[in-house]
């Protein structure tokens, strides 16, 4: 069984396809457009499994021979005197100075004052606004 190459690219309604030799390529035609079809035997002959014994690749015999482990790589003994390195401890830490509590509420009373009065400015804003897009809507 020899397979045939036809090229679809250049077909026109209702033409034959080209049909040329194996190994031969029609000029201007990629690989993209040409369909290989054998020429003889079953549709199905593709798709079926081979044979048992066609195709079957025994691999060569190779004279390697087994690798074997050899252990570890040997070690050392650390030289006279030497010690792991020691990391020196750090000095306690330093009393804090001692907080101002009545300062702290004082200041705290002020930033809640400051942020209420946005809020309500804020708000104040929004409300005049909606009035006066329901008044556009409503007149």
Same mark, same amino acid.
């Given at each position: 069984?020899?397979?045939?190459?036809? &090229?679809?690219?250049?077909?026109?309604?209702?033409?034959?396809?080209?049909? $040329?030799? +194996?190994?031969?390529?029609?000029?201007?035609?990629? %690989?993209?457009?040409?369909?290989?079809?054998? %020429?003889?035997? *079953?549709? *199905? &002959?593709?798709?079926?499994?081979? +044979?048992? &014994?066609?195709?079957?690749?025994?691999?060569?015999?190779?004279?390697? +021979?087994?690798?074997?482990?050899?252990?570890?790589?040997?070690?050392?003994?650390?030289?006279?005197?030497?010690?792991?390195?020691?990391?020196?401890?750090?000095?306690?830490?330093?009393?804090?100075?001692?907080? &101002?509590?009545?300062?702290?509420?004082? @200041?705290?009373?002020?930033?809640?004052?400051? $942020?209420?009065?946005?809020?309500?400015? @804020?708000?104040?804003?929004?409300?005049?606004? %909606?009035?006066?897009?329901?008044?556009?809507?409503?007149?």
């Amino acid at each position: 069984m020899s397979p045939t190459r036809t &090229d679809y690219r250049h077909r026109r309604a209702g033409a034959a396809p080209v049909v $040329t030799a +194996p190994g031969a390529q029609p000029e201007g035609v990629g %690989s993209v457009a040409v369909v290989t079809m054998r %020429s003889a035997g *079953d549709a *199905d &002959d593709y798709w079926r499994r081979p +044979p048992a &014994d066609a195709g079957r690749a025994t691999p060569p015999a190779a004279d390697v +021979p087994e690798p074997t482990y050899t252990g570890p790589p040997p070690t050392h003994p650390p030289p006279r005197g030497w010690r792991t390195p020691q990391v020196m401890r750090p000095a306690p830490p330093r009393v804090l100075p001692g907080q &101002d509590l009545p300062g702290l509420d004082y @200041a705290e009373r002020g930033a809640r004052t400051v $942020t209420l009065g946005i809020g309500m400015i @804020a708000g104040a804003i929004m409300l005049i606004l %909606s009035c006066l897009l329901c008044s556009r809507v409503l007149f």
